[in-house]
């Protein structure tokens, strides 16, 4: 019987190259629910939508009434759905917090209720432990799933998105607990690649390379971060799905991600010599408020459960990114945007 499978948050980066993936690898019909807030009915979009086993739903998953159209039955269920980027952080906090935890509350009661044959996935972040490290000076790096989860900073907007993800783990833990649902949680660490939006690291380091912008600045520049290619990370979390050593109580949590720690000023130059260019001079910036000085996920334990591994070398990946972002600029982005967000 042909597999249905519900991924939230669908038009967004994460959601339409898993869709894509699981059109090229499964027969399944998928279900894509967005709301349009934050992903695109783009070209791209619009071109995975004329595939006869692709169903898109504008819903707004914060209103419980649109539950009442997502019908249930769905095999694998991807929970994307959130408010992401770090710009938004500062700008809308309270939305944040509304928006993300909202989501959850109600996507997991109507999961338990319509749905609980079926398995779930929950992406959570890399940030919900980034205060670890800048509050005690000790996160272990690289840093396993089983770390304290600490809000560094309550007052700090960027600590909201952070906030949301930590509480969205506790509800699939104790939800999948209580109601005996199988499930399991990633944090993904840094996905890169086409169509990933233009207020992230790598979109603008190659927007700003694209328009050739003289001084060129680097917020950030000794930060360091471990990169994962989008195509790898889309069947790290099918393989997860799939497997049934995931299927089991309580769920696990696991990252998504490589075992190579970046400096911020390296990937700017990694990106220089993609785009064949280098600009004379460099403006080295403090990262914004808030943001940690290492990031590195110990990625053993995907590897242990379902032999995964990232296949897509950093090089390959800014090449096939910087590429996109040169042919696609968005309007809205100038070469004198004031920050690069890590």
Known sequence: MRQKILITGGAGFIGYHLARYLLGTTTAKIVLVDNLFRGRMDGALKELLKNHRVTFLNLD?????????????????YHLAAVNGTGI??????????????????FLE???????????????????????LSSFG????????????????????RWTYAGTKALGELFMIHCAQMYKFRGVIVRPHNFYGPRAGYNHVIPELSLRIAAR????????????????????AVRAMVLLMESTKTDGLPIETVHIGVNEETPIRDLAEKLFEVAGWKPKK???HDAPQGSVARRLGDVQKI????????????????K?????????????????????FV
């Open 213 to 232: 912008v003289e001084p060129f600045p680097i917020y950030g520049a000794t930060d360091t971060r471990s990169f994962c290619y989008i195509d790898d």
């Open 320 to 340: 096939r990114t910087y590429e996109w972002y040169a042919e696609h600029p968005d309007t809205a982005m100038k070469g004198e945007k004031i920050k690069v």
């Open 61 to 77: 998953l914060t209103d419980a009434r649109a539950y009442l159209r997502l019908g249930s039955g769905y095999d694998h269920v």
């Open 89 to 106: 952080f500062y700008d809308m906090p309270h939305e944040v917090m509304r928006i993300n935890t909202a989501t959850v509350l109600y």
């Open 282 to 284: 460099l403006q080295i």
């Open 303 to 318: 590897k242990n459960l379902v032999g995964w591994v990232g296949e897509v070398s950093l090089h390959e990946g800014l």
């Open 138 to 157: 000790q996160l272990p790096i690289p840093t396993p799933e089983n770390v304290p989860l600490v809000i560094a900073d309550t007052y700090n907007p």
């Open 110 to 132: 109507w999961f338990r209720k319509k749905n609980s044959c079926g398995k779930i996935l929950f992406t959570s972040s890399n940030e919900a432990y980034a205060g670890g």
